[in-house]
């Protein structure tokens, strides 16, 4: 009997872990390095400009005025709209511009999906978010003083622009970034990337005077080499807050299984 009541403990700690562990909304991942991406489960990470690096697409980027990402839910069966995160816009280094740009980032959370029966909308956030199509939403990230990008940045060897979306929501499905724009002050398109970092529309730095291959210059731009650790960018702490998620969300009962879409 008392075995019995070890292996009834042991099957429901391995149940509320694996709960825990699926209980955390996580974004499609991509192989890309194109643009010095990096988009992990955590976090979807470009960089257009970065000199050390070998990335520079000759962007008018202290005229950015907003940034929007389209997200989608990539396992529709299973969404409930608790998608959540921050969209970071990052310059430096710090020897430029304040401390607190070099990680500047604005909240979003929630869906409001009639369709879907859905309003997970946090009124305090500093993004809501705006449906597009089915499962698939826009999240613009207004650039003001908190989070400009700075001039002195263009003209520094050392300077860096980088943009993010982090996710650390609770959804049981996984969120895809399905596109990313960079748009100037008066909302006209500066940059135009799909998923996987590539530039779709916008403007690339000027082609080397011995590339008669306009195209070839583009694609050598588009598909940059892969990025190394990126030391710009600070611990954000985005494990650890979503697997606090997890566990408030199985603390809560969090029995979603149960409620997968038809």
Known sequence: MKFAKVLSVAAAVATTAALAATASAELVTSSSTANGLTAGTGMWLIKPF??????????DLVNAGSLVFTIKAAEPEWFEG???GGVVVSCGPTTITPAD???????FWGVVDEDLELDTHDANADIQSVKVGDYTYELTCPIDDSNCVYEEVLGSEDGYIQ???????????????VSFEIKDKSGNTMALFDGDGNLVTGTTAPADDTA?????????TATTTTTTTDKTSPDTGVEGIAAVAGLAAVAAGAVVISRKRK
């Open 82 to 84: 608790q998608t959540g």
């Open 163 to 177: 943009f993010a979306l982090q996710e650390w929501g609770s959804d049981m499905s996984a969120i895809e970034v």
């Open 212 to 220: 008669a291959d306009d195209t070839a210059a583009a694609d050598d």
């Open 101 to 107: 740009h070099n990680w500047a980032s604005k909240s």
């Open 50 to 59: 970065c000199p050390a690096e070998g990335h520079d697409l000759g962007l």
